[in-house]
T-cell receptor, first 113, second 113 residues
Framework: SQTIHQWPATLVQPVGSPLSLECTVE??????LYWYRQAAGRGLQLLFY??????ISSEVPQNLSASRPQDRQFILSSKKLLLSDSGFYLC????????????FGPGTRLTVT | QQQVKQSPQSLIVQKGGISIINCAYE??????FPWYQQFPGKGPALLIA?????SEKKEGRFTISFNKSAKQFSLHIMDSQPGDSATYFC????????????FGKGTRLSVIA
């Protein structure tokens, strides 16, 4: 069966510091991968999605970037965090065979101080 | 045209009652409509989904009703329980291609005893 991992689970970072969040999927190959952000009590904001290695689509222009160095690895980065980057970051995957069925990871709670 | 409008924003239901959450969409190309359930601090989980070739789908206490002509769909939770208290998101997508899901803004459901 497929499993999606995110780490770290929680992170507290000062303003201006860099960020690297990692997401990996097990049990499938060539998945579609997604990064979402959820502000406190708010909805799901799609940040990036990827249909393959090196293929990244950005949905919202901001100081975040994403990379997909390996088939089942998706990384969310920032060079300098802003207070507004605080939130719950969720990675999700879907298979090429059923791309519309998305499955979410456990999330990373980021607090920028 | 890509929006999915969800209502209400929050809902309080007595234990044993029926919870009803509504969503409306505009893009007639959408042909897959899932609902996700999210508990605090967790990633959203796929709860139930429907395709437009049926008007209703039931899984246990959860039912999706779909009205293609009105471009609306709703989630009914029968015999609501305190354990159902969560945030619910509706979404829409096209089964063809790799288009990401379009999510509603979520409904926070509280089931009180």
């Amino acid at each position: 069966s497929q499993t999606i991992h995110q780490w770290p689970a929680t992170l507290v970072q000062p303003v201006g510091s860099p960020l690297s969040l990692e997401c990996t999927v097990e049990g499938t190959s060539n998945p579609n991968l997604y990064w979402y952000r959820q502000a406190a009590g708010r909805g799901l904001q799609l940040l990036f999605y990827s249909v393959g290695i090196g293929q990244i689509s950005s949905e919202v222009p901001q100081n975040l970037s994403a990379s997909r160095p390996q088939d089942r690895q998706f990384i969310l980065s920032s060079k300098k965090l802003l207070l507004s980057d605080s939130g719950f970051y969720l990675c999700a995957w879907s298979s090429k065979g059923i791309p519309y069925e998305q499955y979410f990871g456990p999330g990373t709670r980021l607090t920028v101080t | 045209q890509q929006q999915v409008k969800q209502s209400p924003q929050s809902l309080i239901v007595q234990k044993g009652g029926i919870s009803i959450i509504n969503c409306a969409y505009e893009n007639t190309a959408f042909d897959y409509f899932p609902w996700y359930q999210q508990f605090p601090g967790k990633g959203p989980a796929l709860l139930i989904a429907i395709r437009p070739d049926v008007s209703e789908k039931k899984e246990g206490r959860f039912t999706i009703s779909f009205n293609k002509s009105a471009k609306q769909f709703s989630l009914h939770i029968m015999d609501s329980q305190p354990g159902d208290s969560a945030t619910y998101f509706c979404a829409a997508s096209m089964r063809s291609g790799n288009t990401p899901l379009v999510f509603g803004k979520g409904t926070r459901l509280s089931v009180i005893a």
